[in-house]
């Protein structure tokens, strides 16, 4: 019985920890949307400035 437990143990350290992608992902994805967004409303706001004063 000792013995299943260490070779449950010595395979738990081989498998290592996995990555979560979909995490990483989905953090990508919000970073360049704000960004996206944030030059969106930039350029509009230039757009409407420019379209008032000229």
Do not use: C
């Amino acid at each position: 019985m000792h013995d299943a437990l260490i070779f449950d143990d010595i395979s738990k350290l081989i498998a290592g920890p996995r990555r979560d992608w979909r995490r990483m992902a989905f953090a990508i994805a919000i970073e360049y949307g704000g960004k996206l967004t944030a030059g969106l409303v930039m350029g509009i706001g230039f757009a409407i400035g420019l379209a008032l004063a000229g």
